[in-house]
């Protein structure tokens, strides 16, 4: 049985309800956990991207990413879980795991369950939750995966249209 119903849950998925890139986190987070992530995107054999402004390289290590200058460029793993899903994470800082999604990317039941089928996967990886909240608006989680339920759930009530 999927973690969600789209049909209950597709205004979260709206782009002009949600903006189109919501923001996605792991709160509390550690160099270690920023590896185990990396470390997640080799275990699965998802097919990645990172880049350093516009010069791509190979996957580094977490701590070599995190130690960058500020002037190195943003650095940002671009993780394709499935083809034509897209997630760009972005090492803004240590503590936090902070990544985007495309809403339009993922519209209906299947692209929902791989969307939270990710989620499932770095949330049960770092034993931490994972959030997902309208773009700018990281006050108001939408939905999330939950380490005590092991699974996505919702977070708020879905909007009517």
Do not use: N
Request: charged share 25%; aromatic share 10%; hydrophobic share 45%.
């Amino acid at each position: 049985m999927p973690d969600l119903l789209w049909d209950e849950v597709r205004s979260f998925f709206d782009p002009d309800l949600m903006g189109s890139l919501p923001d996605v986190w792991v709160a509390d987070a550690s160099a270690g956990d920023w590896q185990a992530v990396l470390d997640l995107i080799e275990d699965h054999g998802w097919r990645s991207e990172y880049a350093e402004g516009d010069i791509v390289l190979p996957l580094p290590h977490a701590e070599q990413v995190l130690s960058l200058p500020p002037d190195a460029g943003f650095p940002s793993p671009r993780v394709w879980p499935a083809p034509d899903v897209l997630a760009i994470f972005r090492f803004m800082s240590e503590d936090t795991i902070d990544f985007d999604v495309d809403l339009r990317e993922l519209q209906g039941q299947e692209r929902l369950d791989l969307l939270c089928g990710f989620l499932v996967a770095i949330g049960r990886k770092l034993g931490k939750p994972v959030l997902m909240s309208p773009e700018g608006d990281p006050d108001h989680p939408v939905l999330g995966f939950d380490v005590r339920t092991d699974r996505v759930v919702l977070l708020a009530d879905p909007w009517s249209g």
